[in-house]
């Protein structure tokens, strides 16, 4: 079972950003986090506050991705599918 989305979704946007899924959800949850507000964090900061608030922890490294984005997978202690999360640079 995955975590609720609408939770990540509210502790995103205390650090002005925006959640959206993709992908099927088979093997992951795939997030996308799009800075939405003027005082967005930056994106080492979004990762730190979400592995906080999910009891989470960083699998592997934060990868540089086309344009900018940076996608990082979150693996929660006590589940076994992990967050496939890509993070949108801010403008």
Not at 79 to 86: F, G, K, V
Request: hydrophobic letters at 45%; a negative charge.
């Amino acid at each position: 079972e995955l975590p609720p989305v609408f939770a990540i979704r509210n502790w995103a946007a205390q650090v002005g950003y925006a959640i959206g899924e993709h992908g099927s959800k088979e093997r992951d949850l795939d997030l996308i986090a799009a800075p939405w507000a003027e005082n967005a964090v930056s994106a080492d900061e979004l990762i730190e506050f979400l592995c906080e608030k999910l009891n989470a922890v960083v699998s592997g490294t934060v990868e540089d991705k086309p344009i900018g984005r940076k996608a990082v997978i979150l693996q929660m202690r006590g589940w076994y599918r992990p967050l496939d999360l890509s993070i949108c640079p801010k403008a």
